[in-house]
């Protein structure tokens, strides 16, 4: 791979990024002259501008399409592996690691195995270590690496470089040179559910305004708006976990009462009972009565929460985390009991489930040094 020239002129240079970010969100390959044609730019422009992104391994041949007869037009798209950028989520379970290449394509995941983050004395060094294992393990280039995203459960404090609140992870006021002083890369910072919220709006179609509920032991959310997360005065958007539900209700990690996520953690139908997920959703399926009233309860809860968040903000309410695995024979139910609940609508079609429930927070931080690296070409 060599490097594109970078004495270009600013001109030029946003010629060329137009067309690899043309070709970056197309989902299949084009010709020069579709290129030329949508862009509107002239065939030599476009001929050279890909000349050099070929060169320099950014752009390949695509050998999938079929002839249709006649002279065969060389198809393009973006060498999706010329590098990648890696997700770690950071829980109180442990340490899980991403690598996504520019197609957010998952090309490794590891998690590392019962590791209580709260009795590890340097969590900097462990995750540095880590991380080094992970990519020796897959065989990652580090010269193809963008950066390192770290996802974490916290209100994160930018400004002053600290974790302000993990309270899964029983953090307060601690620097984030903690987690990260050991690092060799590139890095960058973000609150999980944050981080989630992002990869789901960045791989719509139409990026427009979204919330993003995101259920897992922690509850949490994201508020995407015109581009980009709406973090709030204090980074605390976004925070549906604890917007109160049930006034004097069940008691929440936070301290508070009747908050979403006292209700609607996966830890009211997995630990607290004993068992896992998947052991409740199949008793619930064989039509388990104590199951049957509890999942009742978390679905009505849902439900207000849900519909608090549309009447607020007024956009489609994206279900995220890994609860979502287990819940699209409910989505009915769900929408059913968020519409009885809506002043404006009798239907609820805004509530959908999200593409990623498994690792989105660690592709929607990976995601933060790709989509950098693309608008930079
Ligand atoms: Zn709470």
Not at 139 to 148: D, E, P, T
Not at 188 to 196: F, M
Request: proline share 3%; with cysteine; aromatic share 8%.
């Amino acid at each position: 791979m060599t490097k594109l020239a970078e004495t270009i002129t600013e001109r030029r240079r946003q010629t060329r990024n137009s067309i690899y970010q043309y070709m970056f969100f197309s989902d299949t390959p084009h010709s020069k002259q579709e290129i030329a044609s949508d862009l509107s730019l002239s065939m030599p422009t476009v001929h050279q501008n890909l000349t050099e992104l070929i060169e320099a391994g950014l752009v390949r041949r695509d050998g999938t399409q079929q002839s249709t007869g006649g002279r065969r037009a060389m198809r393009l798209t973006i060498a999706e592996n010329a590098h990648f950028a890696i997700g770690i989520s950071v829980t109180e379970t442990g340490l899980r690691f991403l690598a996504a290449n520019l197609r957010m394509q998952e090309i490794a995941y590891k998690r590392t195995q019962g590791l209580p983050i709260n009795e590890i004395d340097d969590l900097g060094r462990l995750l540095a270590d880590e991380l080094e294992k992970f990519l020796d393990e897959f065989g990652l280039n580090r010269n193809k690496l963008l950066g390192v995203g770290i996802a974490i459960p916290a209100v994160i404090n930018v400004e002053r470089n600290e974790i302000a609140l993990a309270p899964t992870l029983h953090l307060k006021d601690i620097s984030l040179d903690k987690i990260t002083k050991y690092l060799p890369y590139s890095y960058y910072i973000s609150n999980d559910a944050t981080s989630g919220g992002y990869a789901e709006w960045f791989t719509q179609t139409a990026q427009s305004c979204m919330a993003y509920l995101f259920l897992e032991i922690g509850v949490g959310g994201a508020v995407l708006l015109n581009g980009a997360p709406y973090e709030g005065q204090n980074r605390r958007s976004g925070e549906f976990g604890h917007m109160c539900v049930e006034p004097n209700g069940l008691p929440c990690k936070c301290g508070k009462r009747g908050c979403l996520e006292a209700y609607c953690s996966t830890a009211r139908i997995s630990d607290n009972l004993g068992i896992t997920l998947e052991d409740f959703f199949e008793g619930l399926e064989l039509q388990n009565p104590v199951y049957g009233a509890l999942w009742q309860d978390v679905l009505q809860h849902l439900a207000i929460g849900i519909n608090n968040i549309r009447m607020a903000l007024d956009c489609d309410v994206v279900l995220g985390g890994y609860l979502t695995q287990f819940i699209e024979p409910y989505l009915p139910e769900i929408r059913r009991l968020a519409a009885a609940l809506n002043t404006f609508e009798n239907k609820a079609d805004y509530i959908r489930l999200c593409r990623y429930p498994m690792r989105a927070s660690m592709l929607g931080v990976a995601l933060h040094f790709i989509r950098e690296f693309m608008e930079n070409i």
